[in-house]
C-alpha cells in the first residue's frame, strides 16, 4: 500500500519561511485534504515532494524513497499543479499520447482517459480551445494516465461547472476506493467536506491540525468563571485538551458539560457560564488559521493520516 510519509519538512527562501516542519503521512485509500489560506506553503509543499523543489531540511518519501529515486516516478505517483503547460496547437489526445510515450503507457490507455474524462468527444481540437474546466479534465487525464498509486491534486476543481465539481468527487472518492492515496488541495471548504476522510490544515508554512473531519468539528465545552486558571489547571489533569478563550473562559475538547460540570464541582470552583456547541469545518478551518498566535494548553496536533 502506497502511502506519502513528509518529516520536518521545512522551506526557506532567505529571509521567508515558507514553511516549516511539517510532518504528516497520508495514506492508501483515503482522500486526504490539504488545506490552508493563500501563502500557507500547500504548493511549495506539493513541490517538495515531487522533488520540484529541494528542501531547507526535512525530507517526504513516497514510499520510503525521495520521489527522484523511483524507478518509475510518473507511474508511481500522478500529479496536477496547475491546468497549465500544454501546448497550444496540439490536439488533447496528442498531449496525452507524448506522455504516454514518455511514461511507457500503451495508446489504448490513452483512450481509456479521455473516455473517463468525458473529454473523447474533444480529443482531436488543440488545447487553445480549450475552457479551463477541459484543461483541468485533460490535467487529470495525465495524472492518471499511469495508473499511479498516489494522486496529488493541487486545487482540482478551479474551472469546474457545479456538475463538474460533483463529478470530480465522485472520481476521487472512486480512486482511493480502489487503494490509491489521495492528496487534495482546495479552498472550496464545503466540497472538501463531503469528499476527503481526513484533512490536513496548515497556516503560514506549520501544521495546525491533521485528523479526521469529526476530529477536527468535535463538540467543543465552552466554560466561563472567576477561578479560570485553577479550572484550567483541574480540566488539564484531568486529561482534557483546553483552549483559552478569553481571560475568564476556555474552550475544552473531548469532553462534555457534564463532565467539566463535575470537574468544577469536585474542585468547588463556581462557574459562570457552560454549554457545549459543534464546530462546522469552516469554523474550525478559520479558528486553526488564525493570525493570532495560540496560547494556553493547545491540543497536541497529530501528526499522522492513518
Known amino acids: 500500500m502506497s502511502e506519502i510519509a513528509v518529516r520536518g519538512l521545512t522551506k526557506r527562501f532567505g529571509d521567508i519561511h515558507a514553511v516549516e516542519g511539517l510532518t504528516f503521512d497520508v495514506s492508501a485509500g483515503q482522500v486526504t485534504g490539504f488545506l490552508g489560506p493563500n501563502g500557507a506553503g ?7 515532494i515531487l522533488g520540484l523543489i529541494r528542501p531547507t531540511a526535512g525530507e517526504a518519501l513516497i514510499d520510503g524513497r525521495p520521489y527522484r529515486e523511483l524507478t518509475r516516478p510518473r507511474r508511481a505517483v500522478g500529479a496536477i499543479l496547475e491546468a497549465t503547460g500544454f501546448h497550444p496547437d496540439r490536439s488533447g489526445r496528442d498531449h496525452l499520447r507524448m506522455l504516454a510515450r514518455l511514461i511507457g503507457v500503451h495508446n489504448a490507455r490513452v483512450e481509456d482517459v479521455l473516455d473517463q474524462m468525458s473529454l473523447g468527444a474533444d480529443a482531436g481540437r488543440r488545447v487553445s480551445g480549450y475552457s479551463l474546466g477541459m484543461r483541468q479534465r485533460l490535467g487529470l487525464a495525465a495524472a492518471i494516465l499511469g495508473d499511479p498509486a498516489i494522486l ?6 478551479n474551472g469546474l461547472d457545479p456538475s463538474g465539481i460533483a463529478w470530480l468527487r465522485a472520481l476521487l472518492r472512486q480512486l482511493a476506493s480502489e487503494g490509491r492515496a489521495v492528496l487534495v488541495s482546495s479552498h472550496v471548504l464545503s466540497e472538501v467536506a463531503q469528499t476527503v476522510d481526513r484533512v490536513i490544515i496548515v497556516n503560514q508554512g506549520q501544521l495546525r491540525f491533521a485528523g479526521t473531519l ?4 468535535e463538540r467543543t465545552v465552552s466554560v466561563r468563571a472567576v477561578e479560570i486558571a485553577r479550572l484550567r489547571a483541574a480540566i488539564v489533569r484531568h486529561g482534557y485538551r483546553v483552549d483559552e478563550a478569553t481571560e475568564s473562559g476556555l474552550d475544552v475538547h473531548g469532553a462534555t458539560t457534564e463532565e467539566i460540570g463535575r470537574v468544577a464541582a469536585d474542585e468547588g470552583i463556581a462557574l459562570s457560564a457552560l454549554n457545549e456547541s459543534g464546530a462546522s469545518l469552516e469554523e474550525a478551518f478559520l479558528r486553526l488559521t488564525s493570525t493570532e498566535k495560540p496560547s494556553g494548553d493547545v491540543r497536541p496536533l497529530s501528526a499522522t493520516i492513518r
Open 214 to 217: 469529526q476530529e477536527l468539528s
Open 42 to 48: 500547500k504548493t511549495t509543499t506539493f513541490r517538495m
Open 152 to 157: 496529488m491534486l493541487d486545487e482540482p476543481t
